[in-house]
């Protein structure tokens, strides 16, 4: 599965960003879409991730500040980031967890910098 991420970029603390990742592949095989991100001399950690069923998950530090969503049950997700912080800055890399045997796929990351 090709998943193509965008939405990465330069911004000052306090603004806002949106992360999108389309999953090339059938939307009914989607059992997770989810967002990782990898800071500099850090281990790759899960920001945020929605179910097929609509369910989220975020971690402690991005709750509040970030929301993902799903397109009505289609193959791209969102990740809308506001309030960012310097803290926040990374390779933001989409997932996406597929079909019955439940494959992992990963996209390429998109550079997120947050200056303060």
């Known amino acids: 599965v090709q998943l193509q991420a965008s939405g990465g970029g330069l911004v000052q603390a306090g603004g806002s960003l949106r992360l999108s990742c389309a999953a090339l592949?059938?939307?009914?095989?989607?059992?997770?879409m989810s967002w990782f991100r990898q800071a500099p001399g850090k281990q790759r950690e899960l920001v945020a991730s929605?179910?097929?069923?609509?369910?989220?998950n975020y971690v402690d530090s991005v709750k509040g500040r970030f929301t993902i969503s799903r397109e009505n049950s289609g193959n791209t997700a969102y990740l809308q980031m506001d309030s960012l912080k310097p803290e926040d800055t990374g390779i933001y890399y989409c997932?996406?967890?597929?079909?019955?045997?439940?494959?992992?796929?990963w996209g390429r990351g998109t550079q997120v910098t947050v200056s303060s």
């Open positions: 997932h996406v967890n597929t079909g019955w045997k439940r494959i992992d796929f």
């Open positions: 592949t059938n939307p009914y095989d989607i059992n997770v």
């Open positions: 929605i179910t097929s069923g609509g369910s989220t």
